[in-house]
């Protein structure tokens, strides 16, 4: 598996709890980017890290979303109090650094709030 | 960023041509331009990417003209398996690359 690897698959939980999402980007890929995609809708930015330089975080729609990724490799995108509203598929993508690499793209985790 | 326009869905047959046109009216001069392919519970798979004149790999083909301001996805020979929505991007990969993906178009190949 030399993909991205995105856990979980699949998480349902309860409005008002938090939720923890990972993604495993390809080994050597030094940026590594959060994406949400809400149902038959395109894919809407979320944070950007590149390196050991701070991340981008314009496209977090509120403060209850945040992110980080430990040691330039693994990231976790945390949210808090989570509302119905944040359902939607998260996706995470990761390249190599450098002009014109594209971007390659895990799977997702489905998230649901009931 | 640059703003893209590419038609919501288009039918085709098994091994048809499919050409899909992107409008991007305001690319600037460090833009590329990015086809992405997503099967549907899947992420979005790359396809090709060019800055000008025409590129091709052994997926598809991307046709971009002098002025820059549109470009066309060619995929020869589709199968079944080709249906999938496809995305248009245009973006500076040094800026930080943050893609900006608009509906995309959906792509039904028909036996």
């Known amino acids: 598996g030399a993909g991205v690897s995105q856990s979980p698959s699949n998480k349902v939980t309860e409005k008002g709890k938090d939720v923890e999402l990972r993604c495993d980007p390809i080994?050597?890929?030094?940026?590594l980017y959060w994406y949400r995609q809400s149902l038959g809708q395109g894919l809407e930015f979320l944070i950007y890290?590149?390196?050991?330089?701070?991340?981008?975080k314009s496209g977090l729609p509120s403060d209850r979303f945040s992110a980080e990724r430990t040691g330039g490799s693994v990231s976790t995108l945390t949210i808090q109090r989570t509302q119905q509203e944040d359902s939607a598929v998260y996706l995470c993508?990761?390249?190599?650094?450098?002009?014109?690499?594209?971007?390659?793209f895990g799977d997702g985790t489905r998230l649901s709030i009931l | 960023l640059a703003k893209t326009t590419q038609p919501i869905s288009m039918d085709s047959y098994e091994g048809q041509e499919v050409n899909i046109t992107c409008s991007h009216n305001?690319?600037?001069?460090?833009?590329?331009i990015t086809w992405y392919q997503q099967f549907p519970s899947q992420g979005p798979r790359f396809i090709i990417q060019?800055?000008?004149t025409k590129v091709t790999n052994e997926v598809a083909s991307l046709f971009i003209p002098a002025d820059r301001k549109s470009s066309t996805l060619s995929l020869p020979r589709v199968s079944l398996s080709d249906t999938a929505v496809y995305y248009c991007?245009?973006?500076?990969?040094?800026?930080?690359?943050?893609?900006?993906f608009g509906g995309g178009t959906r792509v039904l190949v028909k036996p």
């Open positions: 993508a990761s390249s190599l650094e450098g002009y014109s690499e594209p971007q390659h």
């Open positions: 080994s050597g890929h030094t940026a």
């Open positions: 890290f590149q390196g050991n330089s701070a991340p981008d």
């Open positions: 305001n690319i600037a001069t460090n833009d590329y």
């Open positions: 060019g800055y000008k």
């Open positions: 991007l245009v973006g500076d990969p040094a800026a930080g690359n943050k893609l900006t």
